[in-house]
């Protein structure tokens, strides 16, 4: 049968654990639970099989930016990151004019349509302007929740997530409304306090936008939100795994504290990822990539990463040194609930999509399915 696809011999990693020696069988697309005696079986002994990376928070790749670039460049920059094993993407978009937004969110929400992107994201502009990180102050507003309802609008039921600073004037009031609507209230860009935060979250927030980055610092006396968000058990924190947004003791601190089940790992991605070093812009403002590393022009503060996510995973396997069945969890299936996607992405079982990347025995990406179709590394004979 032409239709099905067999990947043997590789080491198998299941939400139930990992599998020596698995198969994992694709049949329209999907995973299978059988496949005929005659199937065309593709070797991966030697190899890890892990669920394609769902990546909820990245603003684009390939040179291609979500909030500005083109259909085309978005498509680019979606291409780009699925070539590292991001098979589900959302599309997030930085601080801009409101009437800008709305539109863009139009514009993306069609692509949610097609499949291309899992949905929007909007980073901003309801942000405080005390850690604005790379987002143009003079757009900043208070979180207004008939704005924030705008945006919501004009995503056309796309909209998956609003990271916000919930300390601010509306900051609840919008939290409750995007509960409401089944969107993320994600707590980031914010200067509150612990006892605020632990408000937001009461108001149904329940990600913290890369923990630890564009917000206070954790203090004995003063705890801010890093504390409130790793404790509280509603709470999903992202964690940017570059090794230049965390020390990878902050990252264990994160990753054992909160457990293995309330981590996401996202890749924060602007243009460059995947593409160079060079001059970039994020909304309206310049940023420098060096060696990978991307700063604002004026005042050097860090703006996104070049990260994809196929990197995050290998560093965390070798670097930090976590379980791989924890990695795939943050990396795939913690992600994909909180999207709501997770009855079709996110894990390896029968009827999901077949959405999968294959990994060498070092954790280095050598190949990438995604909807039964390989879109790079090996082909099945
Ligand atoms: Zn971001």
Same mark, same amino acid.
């Given at each position: 049968?032409?239709?099905?696809?067999?990947?043997?011999?590789? !080491?198998?990693?299941?939400?139930?654990?990992?599998?020596?020696?698995? !198969?994992?069988?694709?049949?329209?697309g999907?995973?299978?639970?059988?496949?005929p005696?005659?199937?065309?079986?593709?070797?991966?002994?030697?190899?890890?099989?892990?669920?394609?990376?769902?990546?909820?928070?990245?603003?684009g790749?390939g040179?291609?930016?979500?909030?500005?670039?083109?259909?085309?460049?978005v498509?680019?920059?979606?291409?780009?990151?699925?070539?590292?094993?991001?098979?589900?993407?959302?599309?997030?978009?930085?601080?801009?004019?409101?009437?800008?937004?709305?539109?863009?969110?139009?514009?993306?929400?069609?692509?949610?349509?097609?499949?291309?992107?899992?949905?929007?994201?909007?980073?901003?502009?309801?942000?405080?302007?005390?850690?604005?990180?790379?987002?143009?102050?003079?757009?900043?507003?208070?979180?207004?929740?008939?704005?924030?309802?705008?945006?919501?609008?004009?995503? !056309?039921?796309?909209?998956?997530?609003?990271?916000?600073?919930?300390?601010?004037?509306?900051?609840?009031?919008?939290?409750?409304?995007?509960?409401?609507?089944?969107?993320?209230?994600?707590?980031?860009?914010?200067?509150?306090?612990?006892?605020?935060?632990?408000?937001?979250?009461?108001?149904?927030?329940?990600?913290a936008?890369?923990?630890?980055?564009?917000?206070?610092?954790?203090?004995?006396?003063?705890?801010?939100?890093?504390?409130?968000?790793?404790?509280d058990?509603?709470?999903?924190?992202?964690?940017?795994?570059?090794?230049?947004h965390?020390?990878?003791?902050?990252?264990?601190?994160?990753?054992?504290h909160?457990?293995?089940?309330?981590?996401?790992?996202?890749?924060?991605?602007?243009?460059?990822?995947?593409?160079?070093?060079?001059?970039?812009?994020?909304?309206?403002?310049?940023?420098?990539?060096?060696e990978?590393?991307?700063?604002?022009?004026?005042?050097?503060?860090?703006?996104?990463?070049?990260?994809?996510?196929?990197?995050?995973?290998? !560093?965390?396997?070798?670097?930090?040194?976590?379980?791989?069945?924890?990695?795939?969890?943050?990396?795939?299936?913690?992600?994909?609930k909180?999207?709501?996607?997770?009855?079709?992405?996110?894990?390896?079982?029968?009827?999901?999509?077949?959405?999968?990347?294959?990994?060498?025995?070092?954790?280095?990406?050598?190949?990438v399915?995604?909807?039964?179709?390989?879109?790079?590394?090996?082909?099945?004979?």
């Open positions: 049968m032409a239709d099905h696809k067999v990947l043997a011999g590789a !080491r198998v990693v299941l939400p139930t654990g990992i599998v020596d020696n698995g !198969r994992v069988i694709v049949e329209g999907r995973i299978a639970g059988h496949a005696a005659d199937a065309p079986v593709t070797d991966l002994s030697g190899h890890w099989v892990v669920p394609g990376f769902v990546d909820m928070h990245n603003h790749g040179g291609a930016s979500f909030t500005s670039g083109t259909v085309e460049e498509l680019k920059g979606v291409h780009t990151h699925r070539l590292h094993g991001t098979t589900t993407v959302v599309a997030s978009t930085v601080t801009g004019e409101m009437d800008f937004l709305a539109h863009r969110a139009g514009e993306l929400s069609e692509l949610a349509e097609q499949g291309d992107i899992a949905g929007v994201h909007f980073e901003g502009p309801f942000i405080s302007p005390c850690r604005k990180g790379a987002h143009s102050e003079d757009l900043l507003r208070d979180p207004d929740p008939a704005e924030v309802r705008k945006l919501l609008d004009a995503a !056309r039921g796309h909209a998956r997530m609003v990271t916000l600073a919930t300390e601010l004037p509306g900051g609840l009031d919008s939290v409750r409304l995007l509960a409401e609507h089944g969107v993320i209230a994600a707590i980031g860009h914010t200067d509150a306090t612990y006892e605020q935060t632990v408000a937001a979250i009461d108001a149904g927030a329940t990600v936008t890369h923990l630890f980055n564009a917000m206070p610092a954790l203090g004995h006396r003063a705890p801010g939100p890093i504390a409130a968000l790793l404790e058990e509603r709470v999903t924190v992202e964690l940017i795994n570059d090794g230049t965390l020390h990878p003791a902050a990252l264990e601190l994160a990753f054992r909160a457990g293995p089940d309330r981590v996401a790992f996202i890749t924060d991605a602007m243009d460059a990822a995947g593409f160079g070093d060079g001059v970039y812009h994020l909304g309206p403002l310049e940023v420098e990539v060096r990978g590393v991307a700063r604002l022009a004026k005042g050097g503060s860090i703006a996104g990463s070049t990260l994809t996510l196929d990197t995050a995973f290998k !560093r965390a396997a070798t670097i930090d040194r976590l379980p791989v069945e924890s990695i795939v969890r943050a990396v795939s299936a913690n992600p994909a909180l999207l709501g996607v997770y009855d079709e992405v996110g894990s390896l079982e029968p009827g999901k999509r077949a959405d999968l990347v294959v990994l060498d025995a070092g954790f280095t990406l050598v190949g399915m995604r909807r039964g179709e390989w879109v790079s590394g090996p082909r099945s004979g």
